[in-house]
């Protein structure tokens, strides 16, 4: 997507300046001969019609989905070229509308400049306003030049963001205590805690990583880790109780692919802590499991020792604790300050 941008760009750079050559190479003469044919500014209003329609939908189209990330009917995300492209298609159709304007802007100024009594800026400006094509080139490098350096600082922004939020991923907890899920680390740390539970499973044949968790804690305990912890939360709720009702998790988009399983997709996960299989069914597809890695298993902690008590076995205790602080710096720095020397 980001080389067909690319060529894109250039294509309209060598449309610009070509144009421009064949502008500068005409013979300057009066009459009709100065102005643009009648076929050549239709062809370039059509162009231009359509590469605004184009830069609207693809626009709009990023607007509605919000990510140029989108998911499909089964839950997995893929990246939507128009959604990429859509930077650079408002930015090449504001470009060719400043043009547009160039001739009509450029022939105000020179009225205005021949109210002076000097050859400058009137002359200047007659020039412009007489032959604007041979300036388009110059005029769409130099408008397109400023405007990839605007998006590129807005971008530069965005970056910062998703890197915060790619790390956030990655640990899980704003503070994450391995080792002990007892809750007085939370006393000690001055956070909210919740005990979290990781185990190695397999869903079909494929390894992965289980994150069982109270999923109601989701949002506060790993904060940014989610777009909408709540609905996530809401999901992993089991339905029904009862030994036919199958455990609902989330599955990352790994996993899903990987595996082949979508929403509403039912599958055997093998516990090999205890040697069980728990029925389970995929309830929602994510980009990826706070403090998992790929592939991973999201589940609510108290539906899997449930489910996993129906399938006869006993969930291995919660090894980890993922703490909320206000400062988690200083929330960290009191756990290692708490623990004995040597540990």
Do not use: C
């Not at 605007?150 to 991923?169: H, I, K, N, Y």
């Amino acid at each position: 997507a980001l080389a067909a941008a690319a060529v894109a760009a250039v294509l309209a750079v060598l449309a610009v300046a070509g144009s421009a050559f064949a502008d500068a190479a005409r013979p300057l003469v009066r009459g009709s001969g100065d102005a643009p044919s009648r076929v050549g500014r239709g062809l370039a209003l059509g162009g231009l019609a359509l590469l605004v329609v184009a830069a609207a939908v693809a626009f709009w189209q990023l607007r509605r989905y919000g990510s140029p990330v989108v998911a499909d009917a089964a839950g997995t995300p893929h990246v939507d070229p128009l959604g990429v492209l859509a930077p650079v298609l408002a930015l090449l159709a504001l470009t060719a509308l400043a043009l547009l304007l160039n001739r009509p802007v450029a022939a105000l100024f020179e009225r205005v400049a021949r109210r002076g009594r000097g050859l400058v800026p009137a002359l200047p400006m007659r020039w412009l306003a007489r032959r604007p094509g041979l300036y388009s080139a110059a005029s769409f490098v130099a408008m397109l030049g400023v405007g990839g350096l605007t998006f590129a600082a807005l971008l530069s922004g965005g970056w910062s963001a998703l890197d915060a939020r790619t790390a956030a991923v990655a640990t899980g907890g704003e503070v994450r205590v391995v080792g002990t899920a007892d809750a007085s680390v939370d006393a000690i740390a001055d956070a909210h805690g919740a005990a979290v539970l990781r185990s190695d499973v397999r869903v079909g044949g494929d390894p992965a990583t289980l994150i069982a968790l109270p999923a109601s804690e989701l949002g506060t305990v790993a904060p940014g880790t989610l777009e909408h912890p709540a609905e996530v939360a809401a999901a992993l709720a089991p339905e029904s109780s009862g030994a036919e009702a199958p455990l609902p998790v989330a599955v990352d988009a790994a996993l899903a692919e990987l595996a082949g399983v979508g929403v509403g997709d039912g599958f055997d996960l093998g516990i090999g802590a205890v040697n069980r299989l728990v029925p389970a069914e995929v309830a929602v597809v994510l980009p990826a499991v706070p403090g998992a890695g790929a592939p991973a298993v999201l589940a609510d902690l108290d539906a899997f020792e449930a489910a996993l008590s129906v399938a006869g076995g006993a969930a291995p205790p919660a090894t980890e604790r993922w703490l909320a602080a206000d400062d988690p710096t200083a929330a960290a720095a009191a756990i290692d300050a708490a623990r004995p020397s040597g540990s």
